[in-house]
Each structure stands twice: as structure tokens, then as C-alpha cells.
């Protein structure tokens, strides 16, 4: 049973900085896992990708700003925001998948199977 645990999420004032966790267990080791977002009337948007092997993919709109990372033996993953805007503003979810998404769909939330609860994120200006 795949179970994923987001925590770390907050108000922030525009500028600041934020770190999300994601707790895993009983995921798919070979699998990418990533965080995405959605708001209101918007559909998921993949933030951040990383694959098992370490590499990773961002969404253009955070590239320089946020960086993902994993801890293998505490089954952790990790999303340091930085330079955060109001437009980031959004529920974040951790996600995993069952196997490494192929490079177009890194980003795209149909490829992940399994989900957290997720965690709120609000960036005030």
C-alpha cells in the first residue's frame, strides 16, 4: 500500500522561503515521483520531478526558485521554495508513480498513481 504524507506547507509573505516534505511508504523505487499544484478552477500542474536515479525536471515557472530532492533512507522527498510568489499560492500534493515517466511526461500528473493529501501554500504579497 503506496501511502504519501505532505507536510511543511504555510503563509508566507512574497520573498520567502518555504521547504515541503513528503513521507513515503510502499512506493514503487524505480518510479519518478514529483510535486504538483492546483487551485481553484485549475487543473494540476507538475512543479517538480525526480527519478531514481536523481535526475530531475521543473516547470518553467520555478526553475531557479525551487529545487527537489530526496532522502533514500529516510523515504523522503523534499520541495525547498524560494523567492516565492503570490502565484504559487496553491495546494501542493506529492505524487508518485510506478515506474520512470518518460521525458514528456515527467511533468504531467497522469502518469503518477499515487497521491498525498496535500498541503497548503499561500504567498502573500
Known amino acids: 500500500q503506496v501511502q504519501l504524507v505532505e507536510s511543511g506547507g504555510g503563509s508566507v509573505q512574497a520573498g520567502g522561503s518555504l521547504r515541503l516534505s513528503c513521507t513515503a511508504s510502499?512506493?514503487?523505487?524505480?518510479?519518478?515521483m514529483g510535486w504538483f499544484r492546483q487551485t481553484p478552477g485549475k487543473g494540476r500542474e507538475g512543479v517538480a520531478t525526480?527519478?531514481?536515479?536523481?535526475?530531475?525536471s521543473y516547470a518553467e515557472s520555478v526553475k531557479g526558485r525551487f529545487t527537489i530532492s530526496k532522502d533514500n533512507a529516510m523515504n523522503t522527498l523534499y520541495l525547498q521554495m524560494d523567492s516565492l510568489k503570490p502565484e504559487d499560492t496553491a495546494m501542493y500534493y506529492c505524487?508518485?508513480?510506478?515506474?520512470?515517466?518518460?521525458?514528456?511526461?515527467?511533468?504531467?500528473?497522469?502518469?503518477?498513481?499515487?497521491w498525498g493529501q496535500g498541503t497548503q501554500v499561500t504567498v502573500s504579497s
Open positions: 525526480i527519478d531514481s536515479d536523481g535526475s530531475t
Open positions: 510502499g512506493y514503487y523505487r524505480s518510479g519518478s
Open positions: 505524487a508518485a508513480a510506478r515506474s520512470r515517466a518518460i521525458e514528456a511526461y515527467k511533468l504531467i500528473a497522469a502518469w503518477y498513481t499515487y
